[in-house]
C-alpha cells in the first residue's frame, strides 16, 4: 500500500494544513521546529485529531518521555537508520489505522 508524503518548514503549516485535511494517517515530527514546536503539535493533533497517528522524533533522550506524556504513538531517538523509521511506520501499517 502506497502513502502519500507531505513535507513543511514549520509546525504552524503543518498544523494549518491538518486541520483542513480528513485522509492523514500518520504524523512524523521533530521536537524542535520553526513557529511551533513538535510537542505544541503533537498536542494540537491529539486533542482535535486524536485517530492520528503521531511519532515523534528528537536527538534529546530526554523529549522521549515528554512526547509519550503528551500522546504520541511512537518515538524515534535520532540519529536513526532509516530502516528504524520504515518499522515503526509498518507497525501501524500492518496493525491497522486508526477509523
Not at 47 to 73: F, H, K, T
Amino acid at each position: 500500500m502506497n502513502r502519500e508524503v507531505k513535507t513543511f518548514e514549520n509546525g504552524a503549516l503543518a498544523w494549518e494544513y491538518l486541520q483542513h485535511q480528513a485522509d492523514v494517517d500518520i504524523v512524523i515530527s521533530d521536537v524542535d521546529m520553526p513557529e511551533i514546536s513538535g510537542i505544541e503539535l503533537l498536542k494540537n493533533i491529539k486533542q482535535q485529531l486524536p485517530s492520528v497517528i503521531c511519532i515523534i522524533m528528537s536527538g534529546n533522550p530526554l523529549n522521549e518521555a515528554l512526547a509519550l506524556e503528551n500522546g504520541a504513538d511512537g518515538f524515534l531517538a535520532k540519529p536513526f537508520k532509516l530502516r528504524n523509521l520504515f518499522e515503526i511506520v509498518q507497525t501501524f501499517v500492518i496493525n491497522g489505522m486508526p477509523s
